[in-house]
């Protein structure tokens, strides 16, 4: 380490070593102002420049070094020295004494910080090149942060120390006004009733006020900052204008409609959405049918003879379709109609923040929902037969069985990939990971991984797809060629292949390039807290915005996008992340909310591991499905849960007991004093419960039971 960051390190350990060892910290508090209150004003009216002079330097020493008195002495400005020239002392004194801090960070901490998070800082200090002045007067005008923290902070950063010092100090300057105006009030107090007068409540008021003016100021100087060269109409076509028609369009258009805002919904292709026409329904559909076929293959084991069952491809592919129609009605054109949205079909683009053209018709928007979903990503394979390649959403498409298919590791992969194999289809799945569903923890994930092997599926795990050739036999089919990390190579042969390897935000093609909404690093488009984009009355939600790509995810985030166009006004609702919860319909299903024990081990968070096995549960071993294992991880010492994990059948219908109880913060006593029907699935939650109980009476107590019952026989 260079030398003088050992110089400055011991300067600022011997400064904050010498405040708390020689017991400085006790006089800095609000009573110990106050008895020396007539003492301190006496001094400052016989020695007026000393005074200020002694004062200024204190506050830059404790602003400097970061010590837990800003807020009392700025209060004790005002009491000294009156408004105004309290005002300027503590501007300047706050302001040179975190420039200080801030070039004590950046001295002792920004080189090393920002080598060991390269990746983080780069995106950071872009952001601060851009926007640097602007974020940093937001963070000292609305003081929801730590005055240290932002000092220290922005001291890793690259920002100048010159726009620093002018942006903090006129960012911190409303804040000082308000705090040194309730600091003249402690000079008027006589006694502690003096605490109710209206001129002190008036001030302290201010005080808890001013956050809310100050952000609120902050927002309207932002918007009049994007909304800059635009003209915003004086009258409006409509309260809500919802591109797409997916999950998150059909709610926010039905939100809207519910509370009798006019609504604009337009949909350039199917209603519904992935999830109705390509996703979730079509996939349940052929699930249902693969199961039924493995019910038939498997009815030896509960004592009934079913021989040569077939299968009819194109029939299960057609009442899939079927299916599709059926729920069709739920999310039609005539249905929406009906609840009191404006349906519109055709392709939309937004021209400006509040107008949006559709077949040639500009529509007045008050506020815009981008809700355009997302598509399936189609990786370039060198070589590869565009004929033969598919995915999850042109796989429905197929009629005839193929002949050899590879399928992806991931959740949509696996599903199909188990499902085409129990209809007889020859299936390799192939993945780059060890096991299936990397999202999940591999102790879990396996378990889904050994029940396919045990069913006869071919695995090819650890491998990367690197291109495909022409079959020397068969031209009707090719050789894929996949490379392992430790190079080797292996040959498969496919005329269908199915990508399932995520999905890709529809974030272009509609006018968002030309008002500058960009993406953010996952390629979905960036919102705030709010669900809003670099425009405030410019919404997103569903796949487009992410961070969950799940249907359940874009009904919630709906919600909130929709009640805070139509009511932001009023009450504005940040999205609520903290509970969402998804599943896998492969056999068995899997099931997670919350924390997995890999990701609270990469968070540093403490836990502990309860688990069950489905294979004991009565009613599992009764429907010949006793197998899987419950994993929920917990607060130590605590029923709290952090996460849950069920693998087994219907684990998507029983995660929602662990799902409502994190939601509502009930811990698994509750769980556990709540009757459960026996014999069924459920019951399983319970015993996991129960199994948390016991790792958590201690040796002790159970020692002192054995006396007292002991003592009970005697």
């Known amino acids: 380490m260079p030398l003088k960051k050992i110089l400055l390190a011991l300067v600022v350990i011997t400064a904050i070593a010498a405040f708390y060892g020689l017991g400085l ?3 800095l508090n609000l009573e110990n102002f106050l008895a020396q209150r007539d003492a301190i004003l006496e001094y400052q009216a016989e020695n007026p420049y000393q005074s200020a002079l002694s004062f200024f330097a204190l506050y830059i020493a404790i602003t400097a070094f970061s010590l837990p008195a800003a807020t009392l002495i700025t209060l004790a400005a ?6 105004w020239q309290g005002v300027l002392l503590v501007s300047f004194a706050s302001t040179i004494g975190a420039s200080l801090a801030f070039l004590m960070a950046r001295t002792l901490f920004r080189d090393s910080v920002q080598e060991r998070f390269k990746s983080s800082f780069e995106k950071i200090n872009s952001g601060v090149e851009r926007e640097g002045a602007f974020y940093l007067f937001g963070l000292r005008l609305v003081p929801i942060f730590p005055f240290v923290a932002v000092n220290l902070l922005m001291g890793l950063t690259n920002i100048r120390l010159s726009q620093y010092f002018w942006v903090s100090q006129l960012g911190m300057l409303p804040g000082t006004i308000v705090y040194v105006n309730a600091g003249t009030q402690l000079a008027e107090l006589d006694s502690l009733a003096g605490i109710a ?40 076509d409509s309260n809500l204008v919802v591109i797409g028609a997916g999950s998150a369009g059909l709610v926010s258009a039905y939100i809207a409609a519910a509370t009798k805002a006019k609504v604009d919904l337009i ?15 079509p996939s349940k559909a052929l699930i249902r049918s693969a199961k039924i076929k493995h019910y038939a293959d498997t009815a030896a084991q509960y004592g009934v003879q079913i021989d040569n069952a077939s299968v009819d491809f194109q029939q299960v592919m057609e009442r899939i379709q079927d299916v599709i129609q059926k729920i069709e009605p739920h999310d039609s054109v005539e249905r929406y109609t009906g609840l009191g949205v404006n349906c519109i079909q055709g392709s939309a683009q937004i021209i400006d923040p509040w107008h949006v053209k559709v077949d040639g018709k500009t529509i007045a928007a008050k506020n815009i929902i981008i809700a355009t979903g997302a598509r399936p990503a189609m990786p370039e394979i060198l070589g590869l037969n565009s004929d033969l390649a598919y995915n999850s959403d042109t796989i429905w498409n197929l009629r005839q069985p193929p002949k050899a298919m590879i399928v992806g590791e991931g959740p949509i992969g696996c599903e199909l990939a188990q499902s085409f194999h129990r209809l007889g289809i020859n299936v390799t799945l192939v993945g780059r990971n060890d096991t299936v569903l990397p999202r999940e923890d591999s102790d879990m994930a396996s378990l889904v991984q050994s029940k396919m092997l ?14 495909a050739k022409p079959h020397p036999e068969d031209p009707s089919k090719q050789l894929l060629v996949a490379k392992s990390k430790s190079e080797q190579v292996i040959e498969l042969e496919f005329d269908c292949i199915l990508f399932a390897v995520g999905r890709i935000a529809n974030t272009k093609g509609f006018g968002l390039e030309n008002l500058g909404i960009e993406n953010n690093d996952r390629g979905t488009l960036q919102v705030n807290e709010y669900l809003q984009t670099k425009f405030p009355n410019i ?26 166009a139509l009511f932001g006004g009023l009450k504005r609702f940040k999205a609520d992340y ?54 929920v991880l917990t607060v130590p010492g605590k029923d709290k849960v952090l996460g849950a994990c069920i693998v087994g059948h219907h684990a998507g219908d029983l995660i929602t007991e662990f799902v409502t109880g994190m939601k509502h913060g009930l811990g698994l006593n509750k769980l556990l004093g709540t009757i459960h029907i026996y014999p069924t699935l459920a019951e399983a939650n319970k015993y996991l419960a129960g199994e948390w109980k016991r790792a958590n009476v201690s040796d002790r107590t159970m020692s002192l039971l054995a006396r007292f019952h002991k003592w009970t026989r005697s």
């Open 454 to 467: 045990s069913e006869g599926m071919k695995l090819e795990m650890g491998f990367d797809a690197v291109e």
């Open 578 to 631: 903290r509970v969402i919860p998804w599943a896998t319909f492969t056999d068995p299903e899997i099931a997670r909310v919350g924390l997995s024990e890999f990701e609270a081990q990469e968070a540093g968070i403490a836990y502990e591991v309860h688990r069950y096995g489905i294979d004991d549960l009565d009613r599992a071993i009764a429907d010949n499905v006793a197998y899987g294992q419950i994993k």
């Open 197 to 236: 007068s209206p001129a002190m409540l008036l001030s302290f008021a201010a005080l808890g006020i001013f956050p809310i003016i100050a952000k609120r100021a902050l927002e309207r100087l932002k918007a009049r900052r994007v909304y800059k060269g635009y003209s915003k109409p004086k009258q409006f």
């Open 78 to 83: 005002g009491a000294i020295f009156g408004l």
């Open 25 to 27: 910290d006790q006089y």
């Open 539 to 564: 919404y997103a939600c569903g796949d487009v915005a992410g961070p969950y790509q799940l249907t359940h995810a874009a009904s919630h985030q709906a919600w909130y996008a929709s009640v805070n």
């Open 267 to 281: 949909e350039r292709h199917k209603m519904g959405g992935d999830c109705l026409n390509t996703g979730c329904v």
